[in-house]
């Protein structure tokens, strides 16, 4: 190709016809790519990824939780199934909270015998009525040691992470620590409320800053069957003693 024009023309469609082919491969590239994404995905992770798939093995309200302990004694909980080591799966609904509960409280079994020794020593220690720890433990975990709830609580008296903290119990799944804690809690809310149980108990379930905030029982569905149920286990626990 000798003409200066011939090759002129010819030197851009080279050109054109490398961008072109980096175009088709770069665009290759982004479809071979994709399926690399998405294997980076969490395995709880759905597509899209805006709208979670609830867990097939729990209730709507509940919360699957996995309780494993590390080498050096460690527990640890977490919403993700512990990979390379054993775990306890719990599954925990709030027993007495639910406004719309089936349960009859004046007949529902009760729990006379479990733990009445550390109750007991519990009971004498903060000066409460045992019946009224067991109430609130009946109400609170129906006697689950292991119970885990939603929003974090943890044990029989359902103590959550911080007032653990505050109330030195180092793991609150024992029972006896658990117990300990949370009647030592409850006794300084009966305190602090001048000894009304109606008070320390809206305190216990919703928490010191929503009585002050509503000057009273706070206007709270769950708050308020809460307070109703252990009354009514407070008084059958004491017809049982």
Sequence with gaps: MDDPDVQRLVIPL???CLLLSATLLARQQTTDDEPKRQLKLS???QQPPAVPKPAQTAPANSI?????????????FSDRRPVNRPYQQLH??????????????????????????????????????AA????????????????????GAMGLMQLMPDTAAMLGVIDPLSPEQNIKGGSAYLASLLKQYNGDVTLSLAAYNAGPGNVRRHKGVPP??????????????????????
């Design 92 to 129: 925990f609904d709030c027993f007495a909270c639910d406004p719309n509960s089936a349960i009859n409280w004046y007949k529902t079994p009760l729990f006379v015998r479990s733990y009445n020794r550390i109750i007991d020593r519990a009971a004498s220690e903060q000066q409460l009525d």
């Design 132 to 151: 009224l720890i067991r109430a609130v433990i009946h109400a609170e975990s129906a006697f689950q040691a292991a119970a885990l709830s939603k929003r």
């Design 14 to 16: 080279c050109w054109l």
């Design 220 to 241: 709270f569905a769950e708050t308020q069957a809460y307070i109703k149920r252990v009354l009514i286990l407070h008084k059958r626990y004491q017809q049982a003693a």
């Design 43 to 45: 395995p709880n992770q």
């Design 64 to 76: 699957a939780v996995f309780k494993s302990n590390q080498a050096d004694g460690t527990v640890l």
